[in-house]
């Protein structure tokens, strides 16, 4: 099995143009996210999907858009990308259960480097 | 919401030696998972353990066991026979129950940059 796999792993962009980065499980989870690593800042979460068609903002979710039209696929979209979004991009994938349980974990993907200039 | 808060930005220790990274948090929550992600400097982050806050008993993997302090809302790290491959950040991490007030996912703290010297 792949687990989560991320593309492209590295990008350079000009302020204001657009990119969309693919994730993508063959895990079957129902859950996946985005994440943003920033030096000195740990992981902190963009967006998130509870299941096909559903998604839902995380901590810092302003200048993305996310679409997950099918279960295995998550699409974390830059419509007008800024400085400020050079950052490493993590998207990882779990799955829940409403019970306390030894199985929840997140499993991430090997990150993609953006850089915006 | 949830924080988590580790308080040493970078600790260094000879190899062989035992470290304790240290990590605090804040819940409301009574039933959670804690974690502690190790990442080298490939950038992959990798599980290295996970506890269940109902489990009194503190989880161990191999070299690696936690100090888990519900009461005080504390989750350390030790690893024991420190070696050169532990070096990396290493992230203490929190998640809430299915269904519970908030976001999904994890919430991460800040790093420890953890140096094994030969």
């Known amino acids: 099995n792949a687990g989560v796999t991320q593309t492209p792993k590295f990008r350079v962009l000009k302020t204001g143009q657009s990119m969309t980065l693919l994730c993508a499980q063959d895990?079957?989870?129902?859950?996946m996210y985005w994440y943003r690593q920033d030096p000195g800042m740990g992981l902190r979460l963009i967006h998130y999907?509870?299941?096909?068609?559903?998604?839902a903002k995380g901590e810092v979710p302003d200048g993305y858009n996310v679409s997950r039209l099918k279960k295995q696929n998550f699409l974390l979209g830059l419509e007008s990308a800024a400085p400020s979004q050079t950052s490493v991009y993590f998207c990882?994938?779990?799955?829940?259960?409403?019970?306390?349980?030894?199985?929840?974990?997140?499993?991430f993907g090997s990150g993609t480097q953006l850089s915006v200039l | 919401a949830q924080t988590v808060t580790q308080s040493q930005p970078e600790m260094s220790v000879q190899e062989a030696e035992t470290v304790t990274l240290s990590c605090t948090y804040d819940?409301?929550?009574?039933?959670?998972?804690l974690f502690w992600y190790k990442q080298p400097p490939s950038r992959q982050m990798i599980l290295v353990i996970r506890q269940e806050a109902y489990k009194q008993q503190n989880a161990t993997e191999n070299r690696f066991s936690v100090n888990f302090q519900k009461a005080a809302k504390s989750f350390s790290l030790k690893i024991s026979d420190s070696q050169l491959g532990d070096t990396a950040m290493y992230f203490c991490a929190f998640m809430k129950p299915l269904g519970g007030g908030g976001a999904d996912g994890l919430t991460f703290g800040k790093g420890t940059h953890l140096i094994i010297q030969p």
């Open positions: 819940t409301s929550e009574s039933n959670y998972y």
């Open positions: 999907s509870v299941g096909e068609g559903t998604t």
């Open positions: 990882a994938s779990s799955y829940r259960q409403g019970i306390p349980s030894t199985n929840e974990k997140l499993f």
């Open positions: 895990m079957n989870h129902e859950y």
